[in-house]
């Protein structure tokens, strides 16, 4: 009787809620308020993601960095009032809201991370919005981040700090020098994903161009070599997309499904066995130090199940060539080590999601291009990243939080 009588309350609850005057009103309006509010937290971050928050350098200045502290801060606060909302409108799913709030829970308390909690409010609030919309203002938003900052920078609004002392390495504005050109490798996927049918010879070009102006900018190979790839892979299909059915080999399916646990293991081996002596070392070079810093880190913290407070250093323009550098920037063992292997598993277990409705909408194009995330994921910390990589975002929607809505076949 007491559950009955909890779900009655439950349902008296979401009723006055649905009937009054601020439910109608957010129900009418909620996918602009959901666009807005993605916008501004997108915005909010990349803009706060300029020389002139880093507190311990010259180029500091308080006044902005708090603008867009309370920018981004109100945005969380709204994206927090929006799952409320969407509680209290019957829009999600009892079990994966369940599973969701215990997780976002449990691993928050361990890992004590705020990045953490960003993400989780980031996928609970954006469930409810249409992937083909959130996917359109995610690419108007780092459209314009690519934009802006690096011309501000040229105009000497923001600092362009050269952040190598061996090689001339533009950060464009950015805290990080590999952040624009990494930026560019998700922008240009999903506009040529959004854009796909108004592809010119035109389009490819203006990329190139603009791929090119990057790396001798900012001189990161790994960055540019997969906008290649990408670029290919969409000529590919812009010219010859039989070419790519390839991808609908049973085989070939079975390689994708599995592609992210293959390279969460293959990580977690190579931090176990790594030796700093014959292949390894020298591999280890080839990956600017990558499989080291991954073997050291692994020794220091190790596998938990929600993960761990982890304070990494060597970040940002105050790192000094005399600090103690430990970051690491493969994605899945990234996540193991700071979120715990519960979260790894819905990682992986969305990974998969996301590759299942991409078979089954016959995207050969995206699935691709989600085949080139979870590579370069390997090597850089962007698969979990809603700054990058718009997948992510939509992380709800995949994993069925919200109540079913007919999704188009083609976004």
Known sequence: MKGASDMTIFD????????????MFYRQYQTLILCAILAVFLGSSWLGNVMLIESESK?????????FTALRYASYAAMALCILCALGLRQYRLWPFVIYAAVTGLVFFFSRSTEFMILMLAIGSMAVLPRKTLFRVVL???????????????????????????????SLGFTWVTSAPVLFVFASMLFLHLERKRLSGWTFIFLLQLATALFILTDTKMA????MLVLVIA????????????????????????????LTIVAVLLAVFYTDSGFMARLNGMLSGRLANAAEAWQKYGLSLFGQNIVWTGQGITYKPSMHYLY??????????????????????????????????????????FVVILLFSFLEVRL?????????????????????RKEPLHE
């Open 12 to 23: 008296t609850l979401t009723e006055r809620f649905s009937d009054s005057r601020f439910g």
């Open 59 to 67: 180029y500091y200045n308080p006044l902005y960095d708090g603008t």
């Open 140 to 170: 108007i938003i780092q459209t314009a981040a690519l934009t802006i900052i690096p011309l501000f920078a040229a105009l000497g609004l923001f600092p362009n700090v050269i952040m190598d002392t061996q090689r001339t390495r533009y």
């Open 224 to 227: 540019f070599f997969t906008t």
């Open 235 to 262: 000529v590919i299909w812009w010219q010859k997309p039989h070419w790519l059915n390839w991808l609908e080999n049973r085989w070939v399916k079975l390689v994708i499904l599995w592609l992210p646990v293959i």
């Open 328 to 369: 690491v920037d493969c994605s899945y063992l990234n996540i193991l080590l700071n979120y715990g292997l519960v979260f790894l598993l819905l990682v992986l277990y969305w990974c998969r999601q996301v590759v299942l409705d991409l078979y089954r909408r016959h995207d050969m194009l995206y699935l691709a291009f």
């Open 384 to 404: 979990a990243n809603p700054l990058y990589d718009p997948f992510i975002i939509a992380a709800g929607s995949y994993l069925g939080l919200a109540a079913r």
